[in-house]
């Protein structure tokens, strides 16, 4: 009876402990090898896709004078979104549906105007729908170039409606896919930093069982040690040590990833999109098709929110905080310089608000462009900071967990049979 | 026993929990839909506009002429500030465009601007702010009275083959007439429709806040009611036309003209007198004062634009400019304009 119950307890012990590891180390599999390459691609294609949209912008700006670099540059956006959607769909179909929902709370507009089609639930229906709308997309801007180099008004009409389905149809969809993912890893990175109470509420009774155990025989038998349940008692005891250590190791190193490396994350994708969203609006400015005063209006409240998102990060590396003060003084550069392109626009000299934009500032200083492409190179490198320092930390979890799932089980296995050994004796003695 | 029972059942829980979860492949679409990637603002199925019965009153006459150098209020601020702020269609082929080659204003509206800031302030260089802007932002940029959700800059006048009407005049004012269009169709040369008639059930599209939405959906013009489409702007009913979205496009003939100028497979509808389609006078709206004075000096800059009173029509600037705008509409002579006694 004691016998089987100290067995029955080892077992069970193994089996949760273990399992508990084999948990946690899937979930940070999970995040490591599929959830943060998705957010990663997934934010490729928001990026990419709202540089084509400043990008076109800026071609038809330029009139007829398109410069290769700026097609090169908008075919290169384009390619990089295309093959970043494909990457995610790989990776989304190999991820569990999750029923995670999202409201976005960016100041990004790109959801002020509503969508025109069925709204799709499923990150892998969110992909096909970017998927099918980039085909219909590049299509548009095609045909708005074929008739730009005409000279014909139709170009225009065709760029704003490619510039329509992709902030109305494209960017909220790659937008939620990126929240609903960040907010799953959050939720999985809660889970793999729990503090172990389950293997705890097994293993703390085992050791017991075997002490009072090894106190009884002893009475009984008058020997001062069984040798079998000694083992199986340091066993027992070393590997509820090693859960402990590598589980409070792992969710230190979650705990941190989680901690700053996701709102840092958060923080810096939101103020790149807002400093490509206010190029865009920008250039509409310029375009100033149906009311200009609109893009305006949308161009204060882009600047306003890169602005205000430079100032709350919470910045934890000093190579961060570089990055951070360099883009908040262009900002301010670049708020400078679009108020010359205002005037300039205002006072009728459309042609030199384009140039202030596209080439050169007044005074020699750097084009608006120029500007907003200096935050989004310094947004870039810190993010690329954080995301270094984040998978770091998983990293770090991964290895922390690295060989406690098979020890933990062998360790159980060494304490059953030392139980059983310890007590074969006592079998024997009834039979 | 007992323990070789138990350990064969955790052995075997162990074996389901890690062997149930296989995986299912992804279901593949395999006739994928194009998704509806429609331009900005666009409407289906509008089925009443503000057709209010439009008040009488003798719609082509404007305010008597005043000279170049009158003095009012209105006037010495424009003046002051050396701006014309003026909308205009940016899509407007051969009326009012941005010309994509050379970035500039240009058309046959844009001239007229340009005579009109000319006689302002004696050049036309950098003295017109070009504001653009569609037929529905019309009442707001000309009125000030703006809707919450959709600012329009305010402008001192509005061009864009705008129709002079009743209803209009008493938000704004309109100079004297400067063309005089019709309304008419354009579909695609495959078309089933070959008559302004056989519109019934079809879909047909007119730019929101434009007189040609009114006769579709409140007139009792067409024998059949056709599917009403409202868009943007007639461009965007234009891109609609050629992505087989909508049938027919409904709008002035000088607007329709213009459209199929740049796209080679769209046919006119010819005109169909037996429909009682109104004509379409087109002025300049300009925005209300209680001396009217900038209307009173436009419609002297228009008299001399037309040569009203010339013997010789051909050698007038409305000529030459018609000439390089808007041939392709067949010859046609300047408006006759009309006067308020006053």
């Known amino acids: 009876m004691v016998t089987s119950a100290l067995v029955g307890l080892c077992l069970l012990s193994g089996l949760i402990g273990t399992l508990g590891i084999a948990n946690r180390a899937d979930l940070l599999n999970a995040v490591a090898l599929r959830n943060a390459p998705l957010i990663e691609q997934t934010f490729t294609v928001y990026r990419s896709l709202a540089d084509a949209d400043a990008t076109s912008a800026d071609a038809f700006l330029a009139g007829s004078a398109e410069s290769p670099s700026v097609r090169a540059t908008f075919e290169d956006d384009i390619a990089t979104a295309a093959s970043a959607l494909t990457t995610a769909s790989a990776l989304s179909a190999t991820l569990p549906q999750s029923d995670v929902r999202v409201t976005s709370t960016g100041c990004t507009s790109a959801d002020t105007l509503s969508p025109a089609t069925a709204s799709p639930a499923t990150p892998a229906q969110r992909l096909d729908l970017l998927a099918r709308n980039l085909a219909v997309y590049t299509g548009l801007i095609e045909t708005a170039r074929t008739y730009n180099r005409k000279g014909f008004p139709l170009g225009a009409a065709y760029l704003s409606q490619a510039s329509t389905v992709l902030r109305r149809d494209m960017l909220p969809q790659a937008r939620t896919l990126y929240d609903e993912e960040s907010a799953l890893v959050a939720t999985s990175e809660g889970q793999a930093a729990e503090f172990p109470w389950l293997a705890l509420v097994v293993v703390v009774p085992l050791i017991g069982a075997l002490i009072v155990v090894q106190v009884g025989l002893r009475r009984h038998t008058r020997r001062s040690f069984n040798i079998g349940l000694l083992v199986a008692t340091l066993v027992v005891v070393g590997g509820g040590i090693w859960l402990l250590v590598a589980a409070s190791i792992e969710g230190g190193a979650v705990d941190a990833s989680r901690a700053d490396d996701a709102t840092q994350t958060q923080v810096l994708a939101g103020a790149l999109t807002d400093a490509q969203q206010a190029r865009t609006d920008e250039a509409l400015t310029l375009i100033a098709r149906g009311a200009g005063t609109r893009f305006e209006n949308d161009f204060t409240n882009q600047a306003d929110c890169l602005g205000k998102a430079l100032d709350d990060v919470v910045v934890t590396q000093p190579g961060i905080a570089a990055k951070i003060s360099d883009a908040r003084a262009t900002v301010t550069s670049w708020r400078n310089t679009h108020g010359a392109v ?76 030392g139980a059983a050994a310890g007590m074969w004796p006592r079998i024997a003695e009834y039979q | ?79 002051q500030h050396r701006k014309l702020v ?55 940029a000309l009125t000030g009275k703006q809707a919450k959700d959709h600012k329009v800059t305010e402008v001192d006048m509005a061009l864009g083959a705008m129709t002079m009407t009743c209803s209009r005049w008493q938000e704004w004012d309109f100079s004297t ?103 379409e006078p087109v002025g300049i709206g300009i925005r209300q004062t209680a001396d009217h004075s900038l209307t009173r000096v436009v419609n002297g800059v228009l008299a001399r634009f037309r040569g009203d009173g010339q013997a010789d029509r051909a050698n007038t600037d409305w000529e030459k400019s018609y000439t390089q705008w808007l041939a392709n509409l067949g010859p046609e002579q300047p408006p006759t304009p009309a006067y308020l006694s006053q």
């Not at chain 1, 770090?396 to 062998?410: I, T």
């Not at chain 2, 434009?210 to 489409?229: A, C, M, Q, R, Y």
Request: overall charge negative; hydrophobic content about 40%; glycine content about 10%.
């Open chain 2, 86 to 140: 003026v909308g205009v269609s940016q899509t407007g082929f051969g009326l009012s465009y941005r010309d994509s080659v050379t970035g500039k204003m240009a058309g046959f509206e844009v001239d007229i601007v340009n005579h009109i800031a000319t006689a302002l302030f004696g050049t036309d260089q950098n003295t017109v702010e070009w504001v653009s802007m569609e037929p529905g932002d019309w009442p707001a």
């Open chain 1, 342 to 417: 205002h005037d300039a626009d205002g006072a009728g000299d459309t042609n030199g608000a384009v140039a202030y934009v596209i080439t050169l500032g007044p005074g020699g200083k750097p084009s608006t462009n120029g500007l907003a492409g200096r935050i989004g190179a310094d947004l870039d490198q810190a993010l690329d900071l954080v995301r270094i320092h984040s998978d770091d930390q998983i990293h770090d979890a991964r290895e922390a967990l690295a060989g406690a799932e098979v020890g933990f089980a062998v360790l159980m296995g060494i304490a059953l049979v």
């Open chain 2, 177 to 279: 007439q400067y063309l005089n269009a019709r309304q008419l169709m354009l579909v695609r040369h495959s078309s089933p429709i070959t008559s302004m008639r056989d519109i019934g059930g079809r879909r047909v599209c007119s730019s929101s806040g434009s007189t040609n939405l009114n006769e579709l959906v409140g007139g009792h013009i067409f024998p059949k009611k056709p599917l009403v489409v409202s868009a943007g702007s007639n461009t965007d009913c234009m891109v609609l036309l050629q992505q087989n979205r909508v049938d027919a496009v409904f709008t002035a003939d000088v607007i329709l003209a213009e459209l199929a100028a740049q796209d080679g497979t769209v046919d006119l509808l010819p005109a169909d007198n037996t429909l009682k389609l109104p004509d």
């Open chain 2, 1 to 79: 026993m007992n323990t070789k029972i138990r350990l064969l059942t955790l052995v075997a829980l162990v074996g389901v929990a890690v062997g149930c979860s296989v995986e299912q492949p992804p279901a593949t679409p395999t006739n994928a839909v194009a998704p509806a990637a429609l331009p900005d603002g666009v409407q289906y199925s509008v089925t009443s506009a503000n057709a209010a019965a439009d008040p009488s009153c003798v719609r082509t006459s404007s305010y008597p002429i005043l000279p170049d150098s009158a003095s009012s209020p209105t006037l010495d601020t424009i003046r």
